[in-house]
């Protein structure tokens, strides 16, 4: 994902939690091998003319900081820009809003997530370390998953461990069928495990029962991690109907979430899209 | 299907609409034992009704026969217009629980202890009990204060033409047999009628359908709601539309998240042919109170699906999650709830 030379795109909002953006980016490892765009609007330019210049600032020492200003909103901007150019990283704060006003304008974060076929980092109140990285392999894109999330943790030094989380329910005399690899129902469980063992993954391997957005959140708060993985849903691809879990888990996650996209994160198929 | 297939169908919806009108017949007739059967049980009231209703409902294993049976009641004024309206209430938490217990001997039949299928039944009672007992309590207000009042939905010509039709047999039978055989001819001949309608209905199981993703894919919740509201409509059951699951879910698995908003839908259109039965008892409050329970239920349904569907799920889900954490839980979950109908109808 962070080869060296690769480009990485930072939206810089003049808000205060723009500055959760620039703190991330400057933990990334390898940053002195890395290419960083900062991307802010035109109107937050005119609007204060040394915008840029700071956060370039806040990036010494990477390996080149380079600056683009488009139009406005910012998730056009972030769009339009990672259609010009192939992006290994887009790095994005939230834009903060309610559920209501989400409700009116949409959701800067889940709008670029669902947009741009690049792993995206939403940055939220990182902390001076990443230290602890947890990374949700319910869905079909746990290779993905367990690989960025391995990249990441090896690159900082931080622990990393994986959460499944068995949503499926029996119904009532349904037949009892044998468990066949990458296929629905309980497989799931056993297709991460192979996959972790594949990759010679360390860490533990966290199994919980439930509702998948509430499991993958309560696990990310209780073990006080501090980057949550998880793969983006099929977006468009999806059945009619089906419900991207990847938007609401990143929208309700109170730390930085690294969102894995499908055409990187695809893997064997296990038991849930999310 | 093919045209053939059709009209194979098609031809079972006659003979089953003529059970379904001759049992309501029976049960008329035959309501005249219940009443004293009712007083000597100390049943009455609108607790007592809905007590009534549930139990009974767990009796048949079904809800539509026993709100098609309060209809009835309604209609030989054997119940009054709320006692009525209480038990077709009863009758749809009795149908959820009928659910729970078929969840929980499955489980006990294939020594399970996770992912237990009694899960799906209290998912369905406590979803059912949620919306419906504020439902109730709703109706009821909407009921005294004149709500749908002269709403019927049958016509001078339908009443001539059932009574020119069933008089004969229903006076024929009431002269050889006594009440109360002639109400439990009744109750077999619905519970007939609705086995001889399930042949009109369209063979789901072989097409695909958003159900047969629904153990891999996560639904949004109004997408879910609708598929329960269509499933139902078509199958008159929420037992039967829940127990369809079984074979167009791939593998027998449902993802926790789609079901409590299939339910919630399952729960609306059930009523459909409660509402026919309503149409067709004579009484002109009958399709009142089902009217009237329909919409109070649809009212609360829809701002959980579209408002606060995550919130609810997680409340269904703690409760069932809690309830079947073993068998031991399940067993006093079942235990307790089959203790509430009969305190309802000592009350």
């Known amino acids: 994902m962070l080869e060296p030379g690769a480009d990485c795109l930072v939206y810089v909002d003049p808000a205060p939690r723009g500055e959760w953006a620039l703190a991330l980016a400057a933990l990334l490892p390898g940053r002195e091998r890395l290419s960083f765009y900062l991307l802010a609007t035109e109107d937050d330019v005119r609007a204060d003319p040394g915008l840029l210049q700071r956060a370039a600032a806040r990036l010494a020492g990477a390996g080149a900081v380079r600056e683009v200003v488009r139009p406005g909103p910012a998730e056009r901007a972030v769009v339009a820009e990672a259609a010009q150019r192939t992006y290994a990283l887009l790095v994005v704060p939230p834009a903060g809003r309610n559920a209501i006003q989400r409700m009116l304008k949409g959701s800067r974060v889940a709008t670029v997530v669902r947009t741009v076929p690049a792993p995206v980092l939403i940055a939220r109140r990182p902390p001076p370390r990443l230290q602890r990285i947890l990374a949700a392999v319910s869905g079909d894109r746990a290779t993905g998953v367990v690989a960025a999330a391995a990249e990441l943790g090896g690159g900082l030094g931080a622990a990393v461990d994986h959460v499944y989380v068995a949503s499926e329910v029996t119904l009532p005399f349904a037949p009892e069928v044998p468990p066949v690899a990458g296929a629905g129902g309980p497989d799931g469980l056993a297709a991460v495990r192979s996959i972790l063992a594949e990759r010679g993954v360390s860490g533990s391997l966290l199994v919980r029962e439930g509702l998948v957005v509430d499991e993958v959140l309560d696990a990310f708060d209780s073990g006080a991690y501090d980057l949550l993985v998880v793969g983006a849903g099929s977006g468009e691809r999806g059945p009619f109907g089906s419900e991207d879990l990847a938007e609401r888990i990143l929208l309700g996650c109170s730390g930085s979430t690294l969102v894995v996209p499908p055409a990187v994160a695809r893997g064997p198929r296990t038991s849930q899209p999310d | ?347």
């Not at chain 2, 009641?73 to 217009?81: G, I, K």
């Not at chain 2, 629980?97 to 799906?120: C, H, P, Q, W």
Request: charged share 15%.
């Open chain 2, 1 to 347: 299907m093919t045209a053939r297939g059709v009209l194979r169908r098609a031809g079972w919806l006659l003979p089953g609409l003529f059970l379904f009108i001759l049992s309501l017949e029976l049960l008329k007739k035959g309501a005249a034992a219940v009443g004293p059967l009712l007083r000597g049980m100390d049943v009455g009231g609108l607790a007592g009704a809905l007590g009534f209703g549930w139990m009974m409902a767990c009796v048949v294993l079904s809800g539509s026969p026993v709100a098609a049976i309060a209809l009835a009641l309604l209609a030989s004024r054997t119940l009054t217009t709320e006692e009525a309206f209480a038990m077709i209430g009863g009758s749809r938490l009795g149908a959820s629980f009928v659910v729970l217990v078929i969840g929980m001997l499955d489980d006990l039949r294939n020594r399970r202890t996770e992912k237990r299928s009694a899960y799906i039944g209290v998912a369905a009672l406590v979803s059912t009990a949620v919306v419906y007992l504020p439902a109730l309590g709703l109706g009821l207000m909407a009921l005294r204060a004149g709500a749908f009042h002269g709403l019927r939905l049958e016509g001078r010509d339908v009443g001539s033409l059932v009574a020119a039709v069933y008089a004969p047999i229903t006076r024929l039978a009431a002269s050889v047999l006594p009440a109360w055989v002639l109400f439990l001819a009744g109750i077999g001949c619905l519970l007939f009628a609705f086995r001889v309608l399930d042949r009109v209905l369209p063979d789901l199981q072989s097409r695909p359908t958003p159900m047969s993703l629904a153990g891999r894919v996560t639904y949004q919740p109004w997408f879910m709601f609708a598929v329960g509201l269509g499933v139902t409509a078509l199958t008159l059951s929420v037992s039967v539309s829940l127990s369809l699951l079984v074979p167009l879910a791939a593998r027998g698995y449902i993802r926790r998240e789609n079901v409590v908003p299939y339910i919630l839908g399952a729960n609306i259109t059930t009523f459909i042919d409660t509402l026919f039965a309503g149409a067709v008892v004579g009484h002109p409050d009958a399709v009142r109170v089902v009217a009237v329970l329909m919409t109070t239920v649809t009212a609360l349904s829809l701002p959980i699906v579209f408002g606060f569907p995550y919130a609810f799920e997680r409340l269904v889900d703690g409760i069932a999650r809690g309830a079947t954490r073993s068998g031991r839980s399940v067993a006093a979950f079942v235990a307790v709830l089959f203790l509430v109908p009969l305190i309802l109808m000592l009350l």
